[in-house]
């Protein structure tokens, strides 16, 4: 009996000792053929009935015993290895090696995009988008530019071969698409890329982007488009600045302006920048042309409303200081990593 107790504290000591290959030694040398509790129960016929009865009852409790403390051990075993491997794993994507690599952010043309945006919103605007390939119908016609116009030569473009499609040349199509989805009252932005036939300088891109404006609605005014142009303004570039409109022409628009900012950087006193006249040329605007308000089945004579279109890069230039709109285009990570 004594010896049966002294096997299990052995066994016991080895087990907890072991790794995950000793162990398995360790259960031959208890539990295998020849091992230490087997070969007790095969010499158990030496012994008197009752003898055999206790040291049999004590050496098969000692085997289940070591078996258990076996098992447990191997689980515990198996998940320290786990764990190991894991930790050998791990990656820490918090380290230095990370962090090495910079974060990219928003494109300059896309942050100003994003912070004209979040005004007209204040003021009440949705947003809205259309497609850049668009038809001559949605860029021209609807928006009472007919194909004998001279105003197309203004607004030449890139046609797709073989279709009717062109890229657009302003957002103004973005009117008719929203308009012709839903009924009056309309107040929305339609931001997005354009396209122009036009030789590339410092201040001119055969690529760039607007932000087109509509409201439409019963007893829309002059005076809510001033209105609301102001306060972009005021918001945008902040209240000591005044905002001017001057007779323009557009097609789409009765009357039509285009709106001056004073200048930021001399406010208004005159400098190079504004070329000293202490103005500078923002956007198009004007009272939405009754043809305009036909072509999508409006009518003109319940309804009437105001458009304006900003020119994106204009205004990121002019806030940012930044005097060649070519840099918005060449990838050039030393300009754009100041943004
Ligand atoms: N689409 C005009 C342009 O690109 C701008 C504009 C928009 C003017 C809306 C009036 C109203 O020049």
Redesign the pocket.
Known sequence: MNNIEQIIKEAFEKIENADSVSIEAVRLEYLGKSGALTSILKSLSQYSIEEKKQIGARANRAKVLIEEAIEIKKEKLKKCALDERLAKEKQDFSSSFYFNFSKGSLHPVLQTIESIGAVFKSLGFDVAEGPEIETDRYNFEA?NIASDHPARD??DTFYLEGTNNLLR????PG?IRVMEKQNPPVKVIVPGR?YRNEASDASHSSTFH?I???CVGGNITFADLKSVLTSFAHKFFGRDLNIRFRP?H?Q??EP???ADMQCFFCKGKGCRVCKNSGWIET????M?HPNVLKAVNYDPEKYSG??????VERIAMLKRGIDDIRLFYENDLRFLKQF
């Not at 040349?169 to 103004?172: E, R, V």
């Not at 956007?283 to 004007?286: E, I, N, Q």
């Not at 105001?306 to 020119?311: H, K, R, S, T, V």
């Open positions: 928006l203004t607004q040349t302003h957002t103004s009117q354009v607007q087109e404006g509509l323009s557009f789409f628009t039509s302006a285009e956007l198009g605007c004007g939405v105001y458009a304006f279109g900003i020119g």
